[in-house]
C-alpha cells in the first residue's frame, strides 16, 4: 500500500474528509447506544410507586442514598439499592421540595431530559445532514477534477528535459560520421545564430532523421539536443491521434507554442509516419479524419515560424515513402539525414563506446567481435555487450572476458542453446550430417563466405547450426556468389541424401532461402538474360519499413511467369548436383570430421580445416558453457 505522502493532494484531502466523517459516525453511534442512563433505565421502569411525601420523609431520615429527578418524575433509591418513583409539579423545585437541606448527605441528581431527548430525537437528521454536506463536496470535487481534465485534454504531452538534464553528446554516438556532421551544422546555428543570419543564411527548419530501427535516430537527436545546451522537447507521432477530432491539432498548437516560449529549443517526434502520411490515402478518411487535421497543424506551425524563432524540429522515421510531400517540401523537413546499418570499423567504434562503462578484460579485441557482427544495428550492439556483461556476471567473473561476448554475439544472431532439448540418436547423427555438409559444400565454393563455425547444440528453431561470416562488408553481388550461396544451402540436403539414402524435412528452411535467391536473381537482377532480358519483374509493395519486403504484385504474363520458374528450377537442380559432387568427392573426410562434431558437439574453424586440410591447429578459443 502507499504511504499516504506519497498520494495525489486532492486523494489525501478526500481520504481526511472522510475518515473523519466516519469516526463522527461512530462515536454518534455508540454514544446513542451506551448512553450511562440505559443501564439504570431498566430499574427505573420496575421501580414501586409511593407518595411524594414519603420520599421527602425518607429523605430527612436519611433512608436514602440517592434522589434522580427527571422532568416532573422523581426516583429514589433506597439504601438497600432498590428504587421507589412519584411525581411532582413541573415547578417545584428541589428548594420548594426541601431536597436542599446542606446537612443532609444525601445526593439530589437533576437529569437534563429535554436536552438529551433532543440529541436522541434530532441524531438523525443531523447525520442525513452531515452525508449530504459530504455528498455535496465530492460531487464539486469530481466536476473540479473533470473540467480540469477536460481542459488539459488537448494539451501536449511532450516529455520536456532541460539542458542541464541532457548529458548525450556527438561523443556517445558512433559509426554514422557524415550525419554527426549534417547535424553538426544545426548545433553550430542553435549556438551562434547570428553568424548564420548575418550573411543571410537560413538554417533549416525541420530535420528528419531515416534509417532502420535501431541505427540511433533517436540518440543522435539527444546529442544534438546535449551539445546545443537547449532544451529538448520529445514526443511520438502515436500521442498526437486521439479518438476526438481536433485534440491532436490542439496538441500540436500547444507544443509548438511551449517550444517558441523556449527558445532556443528542439522539438523531436519519433515515429512521424504515425501522423505524417501522404493525405488520400489509404486509412484517412477525408478532411474531418482526425490525423490528417494533425498533419495539417503540424505543417502549419513549420511553415509558420517567426524569421526569429530559434526552433528546430527533428523527426524520425523508418518508413520515409509514406510521408506526405507537402512535409518534406522546402521550408519544413527540407533535410534528410539518412543513417544506414553499421560497416565494419563504425561497429567496432559502437562496441567501444558501450564497452566505456563495463569492466573488461584483458585481451578484448573488438574487432574480431566487429566482423562477427555485419549487418547488425547500433541497438544489436548495444544488447551484444550488455548480454555480455550478463554471462562474466551469472559465472561469477569480475570482468568482461573475450570468450563471453562471443556468446553474446551467437546468442543474439542465433538464439539461445537449448541443451535441455533431448533429441534421439538417429536424428541427432542426421543434424550432424547435415551441418557438416553445409560446412564443406560451402568451403569449397570459392565466392561463398568463410566458414565459422558448426555446432549441433539446438539454437531457437533449429537443431543445428552452421555459421559463415563475410570477411568484410560487401554493397554488390555477384551472380556467381549467389550460385555459391545456393549451393551452400543445399549442401546439407545433399549430405543426408547421400549418406542416408532418404530425404527429411531438416533443408526446408534452406530450400526456402535458396528458391529466394534464385527467384530475385530472375526478376530484380537481370540475370537471366538469354530467356528473360534485363528486365525488371514485379512491383514492390510501398509501406513496408527499411528493412522489410512485404512481397511484389504480379505485373507480368504467363509466359514470363512460366520462364521466371523455369530459370529458378533450373538453377537449383544445377546447385544441388554440384553440392551432391563435393560431398561425393570428400565422403571420408566428412565421415571424420562427423565423428569428430559428434563428440564435442561444437566446432571451430581451426578445428574444421585441421581435419579437412590437415593444418595444425593454432588457436582454440573456448567456449563458455
Not at 438497600?80 to 423545585?93: A, I, M, N, P, W
Not at 494533425?294 to 509514406?322: H, S, W, Y
Request: glycine share 8%.
Amino acid at each position: 500500500m502507499a504511504s499516504p505522502n506519497l498520494l495525489p493532494p486532492q486523494r489525501r484531502q478526500n481520504q481526511v474528509f472522510s475518515a473523519l466523517l466516519l469516526i463522527f459516525l461512530i462515536a454518534s453511534s455508540v454514544y446513542y447506544m451506551t448512553a450511562p442512563e440505559r443501564s439504570e433505565d431498566e430499574k427505573l421502569t420496575t421501580a414501586k410507586e409511593v407518595p411524594l411525601s414519603e420520599i421527602t420523609q425518607k429523605y430527612s431520615q436519611g433512608k436514602l442514598s440517592e434522589i434522580l429527578v427527571r422532568g416532573s418524575n422523581v426516583y429514589a433509591k433506597m439504601l438497600s439499592g432498590s428504587y421507589v418513583q412519584s411525581y411532582k409539579e413541573l415547578g417545584d423545585s428541589i428548594g420548594t421540595l426541601g431536597w436542599n437541606d446542606p446537612k443532609n448527605p444525601t445526593p439530589v441528581r437533576v437529569d437534563n431530559i429535554e436536552l438529551k431527548n433532543f440529541f436522541k430525537d434530532h441524531l438523525g437528521d443531523l447525520v442525513f445532514f452531515i452525508l449530504m454536506i459530504g455528498l455535496g463536496m465530492w460531487v464539486f470535487r469530481s466536476l473540479a477534477r473533470s473540467q480540469s481534465s477536460a481542459m488539459s485534454f488537448g494539451k501536449s504531452r511532450a516529455r520536456v528535459a532541460d539542458a542541464k538534464d541532457i548529458k548525450t553528446t556527438f561523443k556517445d554516438v558512433a559509426g554514422c560520421d557524415e550525419a554527426k556532421n549534417e547535424l553538426e551544422e544545426i548545433v553550430d546555428f542553435l549556438k551562434s545564430p547570428k553568424k548564420y543570419t548575418a550573411i543571410g543564411a537560413k538554417i533549416p527548419r525541420g530535420a528528419l532523421l531515416v534509417g532502420a530501427p535501431g541505427t540511433g535516430k533517436t540518440l543522435l537527436a539527444r546529442a544534438v539536443a546535449g551539445e546545443a545546451g537547449v532544451p529538448f522537447f520529445s514526443i511520438s507521432g502515436s500521442e498526437f491521434v486521439e479518438m476526438f477530432v481536433g485534440v491532436g491539432a490542439s496538441r500540436v498548437r500547444d507544443l509548438f507554442l511551449k517550444a517558441k516560449r523556449n527558445a532556443p529549443c528542439i522539438i523531436f517526434i519519433d515515429e512521424i509516419d504515425a501522423v505524417g502520411r501522404q493525405r488520400g490515402g489509404a486509412g484517412f478518411g477525408g478532411g474531418h479524419d482526425e490525423r490528417e487535421q494533425t498533419l495539417n497543424q503540424i505543417l502549419t506551425e513549420m511553415d509558420g515560424f517567426d524569421k526569429e524563432t530559434k526552433v528546430i524540429v527533428m523527426a524520425a522515421t523508418n518508413r520515409p515513402d509514406v510521408l506526405d510531400v507537402a512535409l518534406l517540401r522546402p521550408g519544413r523537413f527540407d533535410r534528410r539525414v539518412f543513417i544506414d546499418k553499421p560497416d565494419l570499423v563504425a561497429r567496432k567504434l559502437i562496441l567501444e563506446v558501450h564497452a566505456r562503462n563495463k569492466k573488461m578484460g584483458k585481451g578484448i579485441d573488438l574487432e574480431v567481435i566487429a566482423k562477427q557482427t555485419v549487418g547488425l544495428a547500433g541497438a544489436d550492439l548495444e544488447n551484444i555487450m550488455n548480454e555480455a556483461a550478463i554471462f562474466a556476471a551469472k559465472h561469477g567473473m569480475k570482468t568482461i572476458a573475450q570468450g563471453d561476448i562471443v556468446e553474446a554475439v551467437e546468442k543474439v544472431a542465433l538464439g539461445s542453446e537449448k541443451r535441455s532439448r533431448k533429441i534421439n540418436e538417429k536424428e541427432k547423427s542426421i543434424t550432424a550430417y547435415h551441418e557438416v555438409g553445409h560446412a564443406i559444400v560451402g568451403h569449397l565454393c570459392e565466392e561463398s563466405d568463410p566458414l565459422h563455425k558448426i555446432s549441433i547444440i539446438s539454437r531457437g528453431f533449429a537443431l543445428g547450426v552452421t555459421w559463415f561470416l563475410p570477411k568484410e562488408d560487401q554493397y554488390t553481388t555477384t551472380k556467381q556468389k549467389f550460385l555459391d550461396e545456393i549451393c551452400g544451402l543445399l549442401g546439407g540436403r545433399a549430405a543426408e541424401e547421400i549418406v542416408f539414402h532418404e530425404i527429411t524435412t531438416g533443408a526446408s528452411n534452406d530450400i526456402e532461402r535458396a528458391s529466394a535467391i534464385a527467384r530475385s536473381m530472375a526478376m530484380r537482377y537481370g540475370m537471366d538474360q538469354e530467356e528473360l532480358g534485363i528486365v525488371s519483374y514485379g512491383e514492390r509493395q510501398g509501406g513496408a519499413a527499411l528493412g522489410v519486403d512485404l512481397g511484389m504484385t504480379r505485373n507480368y504474363s504467363e509466359d514470363a511467369a512460366k520462364k521466371i520458374d523455369a530459370f529458378v528450377q533450373r538453377t537449383i537442380a544445377a546447385q544441388y548436383v554440384r553440392a551432391k559432387g563435393f560431398i561425393e568427392a570428400n565422403r571420408s573426410k566428412m565421415e571424420t570430421i562427423v565423428a569428430k562434431l559428434l563428440e564435442i558437439e561444437t566446432m571451430s574453424l581451426e578445428e574444421f580445416l585441421e581435419i579437412f586440410e590437415g593444418k595444425k591447429v593454432e588457436k582454440k578459443t573456448k567456449k563458455i558453457v
